[in-house]
């Protein structure tokens, strides 16, 4: 498994392949839905960062969420058609921000060693970082599929990197890299 620190790259490299999905669209275009039973881009832009600080959370250290108001909303067991009323794109912005400050801080601290069972830690954060790059890039697919086949914008090129690939057609972590 890749060290925490290089995942934490990939990680940042995940979230900014994000940004170019969605940073030039209107506020309007992010939370635009094609139909009542569909996610708009910006659903899927707080999903990607309450399920990375969830699981954060939850695995590796008990803090509470950035944004409590967004956990229900941005939660996968919330249905679809009640996924409308969506926050700012300034909210989402700093929610997704502050989130990935957090996973810094917290697998940051992992990495230096400065946790209880540091050994132990180390390989729940390795697998949490490949967990949420995957996630990261999986929600990509979707939010690009909005971006380019309902909303007309072309898409970016994939990340420039041998530790990506694609699988299935989603962006991923190359376990071979």
């Not at 601290?109 to 180390?122: C, E, F, K, N, R």
Request: net charge negative; with cysteine; proline share 7%.
């Amino acid at each position: 498994m890749k060290p925490i620190t290089e995942l934490l790259r990939e990680y940042d490299r995940a979230r900014s392949y994000t940004d170019q999905l969605w940073r030039d669209l209107s506020p309007d275009e992010v939370v635009w839905r094609p139909r009542e039973d569909f996610s708009a881009i910006g659903w899927h832009l707080g999903h990607q960062a309450h399920v990375a600080h969830f699981m954060v959370r939850n695995l590796t250290a008990a803090e509470p969420s950035p944004d409590p108001e967004l956990d229900g909303l941005m939660d996968s067991a919330c249905p679809e058609r009640f996924r409308g009323a969506l926050p700012t794109v300034e909210r989402l912005t700093q929610f997704r921000d502050v989130v990935a400050e957090r996973v810094h801080a917290r697998l940051g601290a992992i990495a230096s060693g400065h946790v209880g069972a540091p050994d132990q830690m180390m390989i729940v954060g390795g697998h949490l970082l490949t967990v949420l790059i995957n996630h990261e890039y999986q929600h990509d697919q979707w939010i690009s599929e909005v971006r380019s086949q309902n909303l007309g914008h072309a898409l970016p090129d994939d990340p420039d990197t041998d530790t990506v690939r694609r699988v299935d057609g989603y962006l991923v972590l190359n376990p071979l890299s």
